[in-house]
Structures are given as C-alpha cells and as structure tokens.
C-alpha cells in the first residue's frame, strides 16, 4: 500500500482497545458571544465541551532571551532549534543557554507578518546535517513564501550552501499571510504551507490552481513537486499542489498513529480552523467560511457550506488565533496521548484537543495565566513540550 501522507488502517489490522479513558467532559471554555449567527455542520464542530489534565504538570519558563521566535524544532540530541523572525537562527539548550545567531541564511523581509518562518531538520540530520526553513522573500515583484535548505556547520555557527529550493508565486505587494509552516512526511517529502497573502485581489487566488497561493505545497528535497502528488482539474494546475482553498495556515503537524496532515488556520473575524487535510481537497475559503470581514460584512456570499468543499474538523469564533502545532506522543502523561497541541496568538494560550476518530472530543486551555501569544509548539526527545512567544519566552510543559 503507498501513500502520500501516512498510511492509516488496513484489512489487516486489528484495534487495539484504548488503554486511556476518555476525559469527563464539561462546559465549553470558550464564554464569550461570537461575532456570527452561522450555525456548524455537524455537532462539536464549535464549541466543544471541557476537559481538564488531572497529571500534575510543571511549567518552566526556560529562556526569556529569544527574540520574536516563530519556528522551532527539536535536534536529535535534546537542543531545540529556532528561528528568529528578524532572520535569525539559534539553538537553545532544555536548561535555557541560548547560541549566538547563526550566519549564512538569506535575507528576509521581515516587515508585518513576515520573516524567518517555520523550520524543519532532515530525517537524517544526525549524518547530513540538513535544514529547512521558510521565509518571506523580497523579490522584484513584491514578496512571497519562499523555502530554503542548507547545512548547518559542524561548529554550529553557520549554514553552509543555503540554497532557496521553493517560491509561492505570484510575489504580492503585501506583509501579511505567508502561511509558513513545512515539515516532512513519511516518504521524505516537504509539506509546505502557504498563506494568500491577505489582498482583497490575492485572496480568490486560493481557489486558483495556477497559483501556490493559499495552499498546502508537497515537494522533493531539490524543490521539485513530490512524486505522487494529486491532480488537480483545470489548465495549468500546478504539480506541486497537495490541497487548496487555505487563508493563512500556520500550523502542520502529522498524527502519530493515522499518520494523516491536520493544519490549522486564521480565520478572519471567527473562522478559525482545525483542518484533516487529505490529498487533492479544497478546503473552501474565500468561498465558505464560518467568519466575516474586519468590517463585520460577510465573506462573498457569506455561506459555510458547499458541496466539494470541505468542512473544517472543528473551528472557533471569536479567534484565537491558531499557530504552530504538533501532536504530543509518549507514555510521560498518559492522557495526553495523540491530543493535538496548538499555540494560540490572540487567545494566549495553549490549546490541548482531545481528538476521537477525527473529530474533537474535548477542548482544553493551558497557560492562559502567562499572558503570552504563542507562536509555536513541539515535543522535545525528551517527551516534554517545549513552546515558545512572541515576547521572546521558551517555555518547558512536562509532569511535574
């Protein structure tokens, strides 16, 4: 059997019963009214009840000496590698020592929203030494998503032979919406995510096969579209393409045992998603969406449902304003096991997502206390999570 993503199930498979209870349930965290009427699609697509970690959990404010963090990803000896919106790269150790920037990456625009953006190390980083960011790049044009990969030194102080591997193109006149996450999938290919760059004129764009705007991208190495991507309908649709219809997805993470991609996604006013996203789908916007403009007038014909558009796994409204993302995996709190973990901007806070059979059973809210927006998240080799925000924190998430 081959696959893009992951391979989930089989003929051959027999469940194993679930070892971990189901947490109790209680009212939704969210309290405040919505800015719309819109009704879901289905029950506990919004709103979903509460549940709350009975581990005792013990959280550590690691470093407050990064600044403006945006990706992060742990190395195969239990550092934590972060990219610096300004452009920077550094390493930071679980107790808190923070390295110098690292040279050699490309310049980026790092104006409003862009940056030195999401990151991911190779498969093999332990012989090859290779990683793989994304970044907004000035271009003649104007700036758009651009990924790039390069060799960090043996003496960690720089990378050697960057080479930009990947534009989202057509470049925009405009700071905002780069999208920016990438990691690898099972087959050693990139997953790239990319924003429509927030214009009125650039938003249809998303729905534009001819365009790597507002998308899910899915490409070799060497920047090539992957082998085995799905084909999209429509003259010149491009190969690289993995889904469409995305408004800024700031968050890719792969589940442990399905093995298939969720994203999440800004919303506008409301709107914000949780996505499953599966090979060659459309996931709707500017066309359906569960928010409205700034102004408070709808999104086009302000619908929610299409058919052969799909329907977010779960959404909020108001924002929170989802980020960086990944899946908690380990035996170091049991009940976390295969929750989905996202870093909340607006919302400031850390959501946890108890997800059944690809729907969410419950809703948490961790470190609202802090009063940070979290940028980004991911599960060290030690099995801690380890987020980081805006304000320049690393934080360490572990049982205590």
Request: aromatic share 8%.
């Amino acid at each position: 059997m081959s696959c893009l993503v992951g391979c989930s199930g089989g003929d051959d498979v027999i469940d194993e019963p679930d070892e971990t209870p189901l947490p109790e349930v209680g009212a939704p965290v969210e309290t405040l009214t919505a800015n719309t009427t819109y009704s879901p699609a289905f029950e506990g697509q919004t709103r979903i009840g509460s549940v709350q970690t009975t581990t005792a959990i013990k959280v550590t404010i690691v470093s407050s000496a990064l600044s403006a963090p945006w990706g992060i990803t742990g190395l195969p000896d239990g550092r934590l590698l972060i990219t610096q919106k300004g452009g920077q790269l550094r390493i930071a150790t679980a107790a808190g020592a923070i390295s110098n920037p690292i040279t050699g990456l490309p310049s980026v625009n790092s104006s409003g929203q862009g940056g030195l953006l999401g990151l991911c190390i190779d498969p093999q980083f332990a012989t090859n030494r290779m990683v793989y960011w994304v970044f907004s790049s000035q271009e003649a044009e104007g700036t758009l998503t651009a990924v790039a990969k390069g060799r960090l030194s043996e003496s960690e102080t720089s990378i050697e032979n960057p080479t930009v591997i990947y534009r989202a193109t057509p470049a925009a006149n405009s700071n905002a919406h780069y999208g920016g996450r990438i990691l690898f999938d099972s087959n050693g290919n990139l997953l790239v995510s990319t924003g429509e760059r927030s214009n009125i004129s650039t938003r249809p764009l998303a729905q534009s096969v001819t365009a790597a705007l507002g998308k899910i991208v899915r490409i070799t190495t060497a920047g090539l579209p992957a082998p085995g991507n799905p084909t999209f309908s429509g003259a010149g649709a491009l190969p690289e393409l993995f889904s469409i219809g995305h408004r800024n997805p700031q968050g890719l993470a792969i589940h442990p045992e399905t093995g298939d991609l969720w994203q999440s996604e800004h919303g506008p006013r409301g709107g914000d998603e949780i996505n499953r996203v599966v090979a060659g789908a459309n996931y709707g916007w500017p066309v359906i969406t569960y928010g409205i403009e700034y102004s408070g007038e709808p999104v086009g014909s302000g619908i929610q449902q299409q058919t052969g558009l799909e329907q977010p796994v779960y959404y909020w409204d108001p924002v929170i304003s989802p980020s960086g993302m990944t899946f908690y995996k380990g035996n170091r709190v049991p009940e976390w096991e295969n929750n989905l973990f996202i870093g909340a901007l607006s919302g400031q806070h850390i959501v946890r997502l108890v997800i059944v059979e690809n729907k969410v059973f419950g809703e948490e809210r961790l470190l609202e206390d802090e009063g940070q927006r979290f940028r980004a998240i991911t599960q060290g080799t030690d099995n801690a999570l380890y987020a980081i925000t805006d304000a320049g924190r690393l934080y360490k998430i572990d049982k205590e």
